[in-house]
C-alpha cells in the first residue's frame, strides 16, 4: 500500500531508548519540525523515510499513529555519507567556511549511493502523482534521482541550513551534480532570500539554464521554483510550557542553585563550531577581567549538547572551549562562584524552558546559522516581556528579530558592548524589543511554516512553454 505523502529526511523524529525494565521502545523526538509536519501527515496519509541512528536495521514501525520507515546505515556509510562528505564536506563549505571542508572522492561516491537508496525506497513508498517533501543537506541528489524513477511525483525539497555564495559553493567538486540534484525537485526552499538567489545564480552560471528572478526554466518544460521559507518554532507550546507552574518553579529553583546572581546569562547550543561559543565566552570572560561585570553580578551559563562526536572538528572544539572554561573559572571565580557554569548535555523541552525563563540575557553567536530557533524559543518563553536577547547578524532568525541586540561574533570590542548594554538595559527598553519580537514569532510559527510550504508545492505549476536551450557545461 503506497502513500500520497512521503516525507525523506536524514533522521527519523524518533529517538532509540532505553526505558526503566532495560526495554528498547521508540520515543518522538522534542523537535518542532515533527510536530509541524505531523498534521499534513496525518491528512495526506504521510509516511516518514529516514535514518534511525546506527547500524542496526529495523522494519517499518508506527509511533503515535506516525508511518515510518528507517533505512539503516552500514558502519562505512555513517563515516562516509553522514560524517564525512555531509559534516565534514558540505556542513563547513556552506557555513562560510568557518572550518576547512574535506574533499574526498569516496566520501562522495558513498553520499551519491546513500542519497540512491534514500531515493529507490521513496519510490516504492509513494502513491501515483503523491507529494515528496525531501529535507536537508545530506540528501540532495534525492530529487534528481527520484524525478527518474518517478516522473509523476511532486517533489520539494528544503535545505534547513544556509546555502552559500557562489564563491564559496564552486569549491565544490561535485558542484554540479549538486545543483542538477536540488533541480529534480519542482520547489527548493531556503531559509533566506539570499540563499534562494545565490542557487538561481550558480544555477545560471554554473549549469546554464534560463533563470527568471525565482524560476529556473529547464529545456525539459519544467519550471522550478526557488524560494525563501524561514523556519520557525512552536511557538504556542513553548509558550504554554513557559507559563506553567513547574516550569516557573524549576526556573526558580536555578537562580537559586547558581547563587542568586543579580543577572543570569545563557547559551544552549549543539557543540558546533559554527556556534561561536569560544568567542563569547571569552568576551564574558574579558567583562569580568575588565572590571564590568564580577562573578556576584552575573554568571555565564553555557549548555553544549553534545554532537558528531566522531567529527575530529568536533572533538578539537570541545577541548578548546573546555581548556578556556576551566582558565576563566579558575582565574575569576571564587568558591560557590565560578564565572561559567558549563554543562555538557542535552535537556528535554521543559528544562530548556526553565533555563530560557531564569536567563536575563540570552546570547546566539553563529558564525553562520541557517535559522537559530533558540533564539526564537528564548523569546516565546518571555512570557512577561522581558529578558534580553544578543543575536548574531550572521543568524538567519536576526532577518526577523530586528529588536535583538544584533552583533558581528567576529568583533570581540563589539560583543563586548552589546553584552553590556543588554545586562544594563532598563525595563522599559527590555519589554519594547521583546513585544515586538514576540509578536513576530507568535505570528509565524512552525505550522505557518509547514503551511507556506506545502501551499506553495502543491499549487505550483510546474511546467512552462518557452523555447530554452539546452544546458552548456561549465
Ligand atoms: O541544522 C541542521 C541539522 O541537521 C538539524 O536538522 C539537526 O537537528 C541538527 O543539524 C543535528 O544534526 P545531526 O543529525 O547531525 O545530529
Known amino acids: ?181 536540488l533541480l529534480g525537485a519542482d520547489l527548493v526552499g531556503f531559509q533566506l532570500p539570499g540563499a534562494a538567489q545565490n542557487f538561481i545564480r550558480l544555477v545560471r552560471q554554473r549549469v546554464g539554464h534560463k533563470t527568471h528572478r525565482d524560476l529556473v526554466y529547464l529545456p525539459d518544460g519544467r519550471t522550478v521554483r526557488a524560494a525563501a521559507f524561514p523556519i520557525s518554532i512552536d511557538a504556542a507550546g513553548f509558550e504554554e510550557l513557559a507559563r506553567s507552574e513547574s516550569v516557573a518553579e524549576r526556573a526558580e529553583a536555578i537562580r537559586e ?70 582558565r576563566l573559572n579558575g582565574d575569576l571565580g571564587r568558591i560557590g562562584r565560578p564565572a561559567i557554569s558549563y554543562l555538557h548535555t542535552s535537556y528535554p523541552r521543559e528544562e530548556m524552558a526553565a533555563l530560557y525563563r531564569a536567563a536575563d540575557v540570552m546570547v546566539v553567536t553563529p558564525y553562520r546559522d541557517g535559522m537559530n530557533l533558540v533564539a526564537k524559543e528564548y523569546v516565546a518563553c518571555r512570557v512577561d516581556d522581558d529578558g534580553a536577547l544578543v543575536l548574531s547578524e550572521f543568524a538567519g532568525a536576526a532577518d526577523e528579530l530586528r529588536q535583538a541586540w544584533l552583533v558581528n561574533p567576529y568583533d570581540m570590542n563589539g560583543m563586548k558592548a552589546a553584552l553590556l548594554e543588554a545586562y544594563n538595559a532598563e525595563p522599559k527598553e527590555l519589554t519594547r524589543r521583546m513585544k515586538a519580537m514576540r509578536r513576530q514569532i507568535a505570528q509565524h510559527d512552525v505550522k505557518a511554516w509547514a503551511d507556506s510550504f506545502m501551499t506553495e508545492l502543491e499549487d505550483e505549476s510546474h511546467s512552462h512553454t518557452k523555447t530554452v536551450r539546452p544546458a552548456t557545461l561549465s
Do not use: C
Not at 533505512?71 to 559534516?87: D, K, P, Q, R, V
Not at 558546533?272 to 554568571?299: C, M, P, Q, S
Open 1 to 181: 500500500m503506497g502513500h500520497d505523502l512521503v516525507i525523506v529526511a536524514n533522521r527519523l523524529p524518533v529517538d532509540r531508548v532505553t526505558d526503566r525494565n532495560g526495554k528498547n521502545r521508540w520515543r518522538r523526538s522534542p523537535g518542532g519540525l515533527v510536530s509541524a509536519i505531523e498534521p499534513v501527515m496525518r491528512a495526506h496519509d504521510g509516511v516518514w523515510v529516514g535514518w534511525p541512528g546506527g547500524t542496526q536495521k529495523f522494519k517499518p514501525f508506527k509511533v503515535d499513529g506516525l508511518d515510518l520507515v528507517p533505512l539503516a546505515m552500514s558502519a562505512e556509510e555513517i563515516e562516509e555519507h553522514y560524517e564525512g562528505f555531509s559534516n565534514g564536506t558540505l556542513w563547513p563549505l556552506y557555513h562560510d567556511v568557518v572550518a576547512k571542508p574535506e574533499f574526498h572522492r569516496e566520501w562522495w561516491d558513498t553520499y551519491v549511493q546513500v542519497n540512491r537508496r534514500f531515493a529507490e525506497r521513496t519510490a516504492e513508498l509513494a502513491n501515483d502523482g503523491a507529494t515528496v517533501w525531501v529535507h536537508d543537506y545530506q540528501l540532495q541528489l534525492v530529487p534528481q534521482m527520484l524525478r527518474e524513477l518517478r516522473p509523476d511525483l511532486r517533489i520539494g525539497f528544503y535545505l534547513h541550513i544556509p546555502f552559500p555564495p557562489a564563491e564559496l559553493f564552486q569549491q565544490l567538486p561535485w558542484r554540479r551534480q549538486i545543483l542538477e540534484g
Open 257 to 326: 542553585a547558581l547563587g542568586d546572581p543579580r543577572k543570569i546569562f545563557l547559551g544552549i547550543d549543539r557543540l558546533d563550531y559554527t556556534k561561536g561559543i569560544y568567542a563569547r565566552l571569552r568576551a564574558f570572560g574579558e567583562l569580568i577581567r575588565d572590571g564590568a561585570l564580577t562573578v556576584d553580578d552575573a554568571v555565564f551559563v553555557q549548555v553544549a549538547v553534545p554532537s558528531r562526536e566522531r567529527v575530529e572538528h568536533y572533538r578539537n572544539l570541545r577541548d578548546d572551549i573546555e581548556r578556556l572554561v576551566g
